[in-house]
Each structure stands twice: as structure tokens, then as C-alpha cells.
């Protein structure tokens, strides 16, 4: 399974934007880019995934660079409610979503 | 909420004696995964299950095994629980292997 690298901490000043880089320089064409986030010590929460294009929900927008090595979350008005540990995760098939130890974000008031 | 839950959430056990969490989803999902997750380590496979009777390893499976004998239950036991199994366990489901897993809420687990 490919792996993912990310800062392990980051600081974002409340209501601007958070952007979370991901680097998977390993990653084969057919494996989606996942993001989820952890709250404490509740369970992960899914927040966006995609393959090639880039994409947007109702919670935030990923960035897939042309080349698909590497991506951005980006948390458009990021809320105190945003800090949480952010996990990147590349995977094909159903075995596995490998969850390396994430960013920690922490918005700041 | 996904549709799922675990039980216990909070168990403290003593090193020997067998545990077993269990994980049910009304989802009625193929994928079912039980993840631990330690300081340091983020979350980690311990088994999963792509179908009823159909059941594999994860990277940290020594030490624990599991059922799945109907869709909506996914049980993980501990044969003989040790004080390294400590841990906070998380089961997780997924409808296909491309769409989103959704988490349960976790089980502490304590091994004294």
C-alpha cells in the first residue's frame, strides 16, 4: 500500500483557512486519496476522498496535484470545532486504510 | 451515527482471563475492520472481514482472532488478554472497498 507524509503539527488562526498537506509519492493510478479526522478520542471521521480531479463537500475541499503525488484539505472557515488530528490515507482494495499518526491542528481563537 | 455500535466502551480486565468486544452495524455493509490504536501509533488493522465467515488479517493480529457469522456482528476476542493489549479498539464498516469507512466510538480496554 502506498504511504503518506504529513507536518505532524499545524496552527490555523480561527475563520481563516487550514490547509493540510499530504505527500504520496508512491501512489498507483487506481488508489483513492482519503481524508479523515480524529476528535480527541472519538472515532475517525470521513471527510473527503477522490482519485483524480479535485473535489468538494459540504465540509471541505481536496486538491490532487496533476501528477496525483500529493494533495491538500483545505478547511475553508476553519471553527475552534476544527482541531482535531487529521489523517491522509492512500489505498487500493478493501483490506486496509492504512492511518499513519496524522496532523494535529489546532485552530487558533 | 453510521448505524454502528460497540460493546462494551469501557472494560478493565485482568492478564489472562478471555475478552471479547463486539461490533454491530444495522448498515448492513459487506466491510467490517477492527482497528487499536495506541500513543504514538495512530490506528492500526488488527482483522478484518469482507463477508460472513470471511474474515483476514490485519499488521498487529497476533493475539487476537475473530467471527463474523452474520452480516451485523463482528466480534474480536482477546483468547488470553495481556496488560500489551491495553489499547483503545475501534471497529469501523464500509458499504464497498472504494466508498468512506464510518468508526464506531471506541472501546477502552484495560489490562491490569
Known amino acids: 500500500d502506498a504511504k503518506t507524509t504529513q507536518p505532524p503539527s499545524m496552527d490555523c488562526a480561527e475563520g481563516r483557512a487550514a490547509n493540510l498537506p499530504c505527500n504520496h509519492s508512491t501512489i498507483s493510478g487506481n488508489e483513492y486519496v482519503y481524508w479523515y479526522r480524529q476528535i480527541h478520542s472519538q472515532g475517525p471521521q470521513y471527510i473527503i476522498h477522490?482519485?483524480?480531479n479535485n473535489e468538494t463537500n459540504e465540509m471541505a475541499s481536496l486538491i490532487i496535484t496533476e501528477d496525483r503525488k500529493s494533495s491538500t484539505l483545505i478547511l475553508p472557515h476553519a471553527t475552534l470545532r476544527d482541531t482535531a488530528v487529521y489523517y491522509c490515507?492512500?489505498?487500493?482494495?478493501?483490506?486496509?486504510?492504512?492511518f499513519g499518526t496524522g496532523t494535529r491542528l489546532t485552530v487558533i481563537p | 451515527d453510521a448505524g454502528i455500535t460497540q460493546s462494551p466502551r469501557h472494560k478493565v480486565t485482568e492478564t489472562g482471563t478471555p475478552v471479547t468486544l463486539r461490533c454491530h452495524q444495522t448498515?448492513?455493509?459487506?466491510?467490517m475492520y477492527w482497528y487499536r490504536q495506541d500513543p504514538g501509533h495512530g490506528l492500526r488493522l488488527i482483522h478484518y472481514s469482507y463477508g460472513v465467515k470471511d474474515t483476514d488479517k490485519g499488521e498487529v493480529s497476533d493475539g487476537y482472532s475473530v467471527s463474523r457469522s452474520k452480516t451485523e456482528d463482528f466480534l474480536l476476542t482477546l483468547e488470553s488478554a495481556t496488560s500489551s493489549q491495553t489499547s483503545v479498539y475501534f471497529c469501523a464498516i464500509r458499504r464497498t472497498d472504494n466508498t468512506e469507512a464510518f468508526f464506531g466510538q471506541g472501546t477502552r480496554l484495560t489490562v491490569v
Open positions: 477522490g482519485l483524480k
Open positions: 490515507i492512500v489505498k487500493t482494495g478493501a483490506n486496509n486504510l492504512f
Open positions: 448498515e448492513n455493509h459487506r466491510y
